[in-house]
């Protein structure tokens, strides 16, 4: 056995938090009164990208972005609707949201049996809790660690830092991270000199040349992997 630690992300690795976003946004729309459309979905979720991009790289707090999202949303669309109103729908939404991504409850049911599994998220606290309590993978998962209670966020080393001082027995050598996102999973793995395998369904490209270990797009993949 390769690597006995797993550390998977959460959000579109085992989740299939695009599917989520939909519900989540529709909520939040409804919120404020807008006509929620596919159209609308895409431009919102332009700026939550960039949003929490800033998050990544540590330029802006999570409590910030998480309205600043939906401030700059509506700005853009010229509405006059409540950010902080638009993101507790969409929080409260999000929380008892818990799809899985394609095979990630049966590749959590196999590994479990043989390997030690972590959850390695970035989230805000209440929303991942909530949909963990609900997942079907939770059984799998021995432990979750949620940025906001660790204190830092992933691609820190101080995050990795708190998920190492809490998981006895792991080393640098024995684990791997196992991620969809360049800029907090494969860069914190980069960071902190870890193993790392990139989850990449939509086969986007790696334009920063950040140092990948493994590609998949299917997590089935892992099997022959840890
Ligand atoms: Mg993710």
């Known amino acids: 056995m390769r690597y006995p630690y797993l550390l ?27 006509q929620s459309s596919d159209e609308l979905l895409r431009r919102y979720s332009a700026h939550n990208d960039a949003c929490w991009l800033m998050f990544d790289r540590g330029e802006a707090s999570k409590e910030f972005i ?20 638009a993101n507790r729908a969409h929080l409260e939404t999000l929380a008892v949201c818990s799809f899985p991504t394609a095979h990630s409850v049966e590749v959590c049911r196999t590994l479990a049996r043989t390997h030690r599994l972590f959850l390695i998220t970035n989230a805000v606290a209440s929303v991942q809790r909530g949909r963990l309590a609900r997942a079907e993978i939770k059984p799998y998962l021995e432990a979750a660690f949620i940025s906001e209670e ?16 809490h998981v006895d027995g792991i080393t640098r050598e024995n684990c791997l991270v196992v991620g969809d996102s360049l800029s907090s999973d494969i860069r914190g793995a980069n960071n902190y000199g ?11 490209p ?21």
């Not at 870890?194 to 986007?204: F, S, T, V």
């Not at 334009?207 to 089935?220: A, M, N, S």
């Open 8 to 34: 998977f992300d959460a959000d579109n690795t085992l989740f299939d938090f695009d599917r989520a976003v939909r519900y989540a946004f529709d909520a939040s729309c409804r919120a404020v009164g807008l």
């Open 66 to 85: 998480l309205i600043d999202r939906f401030r700059r949303f509506f700005a853009e669309l010229g509405v006059d609707a409540d950010p902080e109103a």
């Open 150 to 165: 660790a204190g830092a966020q992933k691609p820190t080393a101080a995050y990795f830092d708190y998920v190492f001082a």
């Open 194 to 204: 870890l193993a790392c395998c990139w989850y990449n369904p939509k086969r986007l």
């Open 206 to 226: 790696n334009p920063e040349g950040l140092r990948v270990d493994y590609e998949i797009t299917d997590l089935r993949a892992l099997y022959d992997i840890v």
